[in-house]
């Protein structure tokens, strides 16, 4: 183990660090942040879904987003899976339909970031309390 | 990279209750799964929400497991962490309306509580010097001994107003100071871990949970008062918190947190563990100095008080764990933050370890000010089993009783003593309808008489006489010149005794005297217990209606003390009745009424 021998040290360790402990800390306070939900039902796992969500978590941590990726059970649209709910924070959740990976790049470069809708929205026809 | 995280529990309560094999069984089941790559274990400190444990929490997504049991890690992860879908006869049930509760933050038993001292106790795993780092630990440390002269450091701990979370609240910033001014070759500081509170178990939880916290929060000490050594004087009856602790220093010590030239600064600081064997004098600071000497464990005249002459008559600092758990934060977020938490004289946070008739027993913090109201309803869930509230027992041994009338008094140092309490460690004991009150201040008294270590008279003799008198009085032989005895007594031991244990030692009798007097003197006058506790006392009697003779009371009883016809009711010589209650056991019937 190398020697942490400066306040420069430490915040370097802590910089390294930081990543795993992330969503720990994200976890307490989901509502500031953007929450990303993936449809992971069996119809979403089996249109690839586990891989869209491991491409949204790399995404995410590469563009340095306060956003925290969950998965849910079926969201009912079995017919568009993988489907995508992203909510940011004061905007009504908005459900991507047919995510693949490019896709969820997409979603992030252009809906996250640039407020830019894209096609495959499904309407919102559910609240959730 | 992990997107999700399964903290499970390893409190010494959780780990009584298998958690250490349900984190083995998920890892087996992630591993069945292929999900090694994006599911980690954690194995964490203490929840806090001990009466439903084992605890599993499911990250990013809050998913708060309860009673867990090692079959259902298999569930888990296969419905999960796979497909998303939250197991939902593991949640928690929120008792007002059986509806299940998966996230932590939307449950009453967090929903009021505000986490400094146990900030990283389930978040972090206690044995990895690196998740304290990452969560800013050593930070404070860091920014201390590069930035700060020590006497800037203790105007900041003033500042703060952060009193000793001991018992007896002194000011830290102030004892420090003091401390400080003394010059010698060797000072110490000392953290006294003897927690021995009957009920309570904040400091276990803090070592085991987030042992970095006490090692940075000591070697600030040390720093601030010119001392060189760290003693931490812990019970052996803590052998896990021991241990984690023992890991912590290791690493802190192959980092250079611990040793010479501590972030390239001149200050050099190291540690090391003395084991007491539970005594709960030890826990006063004359006392803990004296066992950790190698001598008895008695304490002496003070002064000179221990920032003179303390370990080895070296000026020492002495501070108990959850003390030195607040110390970093006051650092990390400035003393400004911390001194605008709780009352106007007892500021930030407290810790109680919740026991007795409440429906949610565990380890709770929250801001001083709160209301015991709140405390025991929303974060307590109430009494168990709907009954009614009688009484709450703060600070221990040396505590005493409040009553409903004390339910809406702000908690802080100052408010519990006027109300003929004190704060003590933290442990709230509550108490229902069915509980005696001579029988508490009893208990309490035995404990007491136990643990006194007998080098002053009033405290050894005098205590072994309040507990015969109670004794009379809960065997029905008591007469109102008792109470009066028992009262001057109490204040004898109270003004004359050499420590701080002799001197709350008649706490739980006086508290329970002003509080129930009505109560004792149905013991003396009515020779009669209302709870039904003290056996001596109770009326055994045969309800006609439901007996149906079938003779297994009076064939059970020990004095013949029943009588009656096969198939004809029973009848019980009150003369000769011993009220041993056996008929009451052995009645199938429940014919038998006790009063």
Not at chain 2, 21 to 47: D, P, R, W, Y
Not at chain 2, 484 to 510: E, M
């Amino acid at each position: 183990m190398t020697k942490i021998k400066s306040l420069d040290d430490l915040r370097q360790k802590k910089q390294q660090l930081e990543q795993s402990l992330d969503i720990r800390e994200k976890s307490d306070h989901p509502e500031n942040l953007v929450q990303i939900k993936v449809a992971m039902a069996t119809c979403g796992i089996a249109s690839g879904a586990r891989t869209v969500m491991n491409a949204l978590v790399e995404k995410i941590k590469k563009e340095n987003i306060p956003a925290v990726v969950t998965q849910t059970g079926c969201m009912g649209y079995c017919y568009a899976e993988p489907t995508v709910e992203v909510t940011k924070p004061g905007f009504d959740p908005v459900v991507f339909s047919y995510v693949d990976v490019k896709k969820a790049e997409e979603i992030v470069d252009k809906y996250i970031l640039n407020n830019e809708l894209i096609d495959g929205i499904l309407p919102a026809n559910y609240q959730t309390i | 990279m992990y997107k999700m995280q399964l903290l499970v529990c390893g409190g010494t309560g959780c780990r009584a209750s298998a958690s250490a094999t349900i984190v083995e069984k998920l890892n087996e089941s992630l591993k069945a799964h292929q999900l090694t790559e994006e599911a980690q274990v954690v194995t964490t400190g203490c929840f806090g929400f001990c009466e439903k444990g084992p605890i599993v929490k499911v990250i990013p997504d809050n998913t708060f497991y309860t009673q867990v049991k090692p079959e259902d890690a298999e569930e888990i992860v296969a419905e999960h962490i796979l497909k998303g879908r939250k197991v939902s006869r593991l949640l928690y049930e929120n008792p007002e309306n059986q509806e299940h509760i998966a996230d932590s933050r939307h449950m009453g038993f967090y929903q009021k509580q505000m986490r400094i001292a146990l900030r990283n106790c389930g978040v972090i795993d206690p044995e990895n010097i690196d998740e304290y780092i990452g969560r800013d630990g050593y930070s404070a440390l860091a920014q201390v001994v590069t930035d700060l002269t020590p006497e800037q450091a203790i105007a900041m701990v003033k500042q703060s107003g952060l009193r000793g979370r001991g018992g007896a609240g002194f000011p830290t910033g102030l004892k420090w100071e003091i401390t400080s001014k003394f010059s010698s070759d060797q000072k110490y500081v000392v953290c006294n871990a003897d927690e021995g509170d009957p009920g309570a178990f904040m400091d276990r939880s803090i070592l085991e949970g987030d042992p970095n916290s006490i090692i940075e929060a000591m070697a600030i000490c040390g720093y601030c008062i010119g001392a060189t050594k760290g003693l931490v004087y812990i019970r052996a009856e803590y052998p896990l918190a021991i241990k984690r602790l023992e890991i912590a220093i290791a690493q802190a010590r192959e980092y250079g947190l611990l040793g010479n030239n501590i972030f390239g600064s001149k200050f050099s600081f190291d540690m090391e563990l003395r084991y007491g064997a539970g005594a709960f004098v030890c826990g006063e600071e004359t006392a803990l100095i004296a066992s950790m000497e190698g001598k008895r464990g008695e304490p002496r005249v003070k002064p000179p008080f221990p920032a003179e002459s303390g370990y080895m008559q070296k000026p020492t600092n002495v501070n108990n764990v959850e003390t030195f758990a607040n110390v970093p934060v006051i650092f990390l977020k400035g003393p400004e933050w911390y001194s605008s938490i709780g009352t106007e004289k007892s500021k930030g946070t407290k810790v109680f370890a919740l026991a007795g008739k409440i429906n949610n027993v565990g380890l709770i913090e929250v801001p001083m000010g709160i209301t015991l109201r709140e405390i025991i309803y929303e974060i307590g869930g109430g009494i168990k089993n709907g009954k009614k509230f009688k009484a709450v027992q703060t600070g221990g041994p040396s505590g005493g009783c409040l009553t409903e009338a004390h339910l809406d008094t702000p908690i802080d140092f100052d408010s519990l003593v006027a109300a003929g309490s004190m704060m003590g460690s933290g442990g709230m004991i509550v108490m229902d309808e069915d509980d005696c009150m001579v029988s508490i201040a009893k208990f309490y008294l035995e404990f007491i008489v136990e643990e006194s270590c007998g080098k002053c008279t009033p405290c050894r003799i005098g205590n072994k006489r309040m507990l015969e008198i109670l004794e009379k009085i809960t065997q029905g032989k008591g007469n109102m010149e008792d109470l009066d005895h028992l009262r001057n007594l109490a204040y004898v031991i109270k003004d004359t005794s050499l420590c701080g244990l002799g001197q709350s030692s008649p706490n739980p009798v006086l508290s329970t005297l002003e509080n129930f007097y009505d109560e004792y003197v149905a013991h003396v006058k009515d020779k009669r217990c209302f709870a039904k506790k003290c056996k001596a006392l109770a009326r055994y009697t045969i309800d006609p209606d439901v007996c149906t003779g079938c003779t297994i009371c009076a064939r059970n009883c020990p004095v013949e003390a029943i009588t009656g016809e096969k198939r004809e009711p029973h009848f019980i010589h009150q003369e000769i009745c011993i009220h041993c209650g056996v008929c009451y056991q052995k009645c199938k019937f429940n014919a038998i009424i006790v009063e």
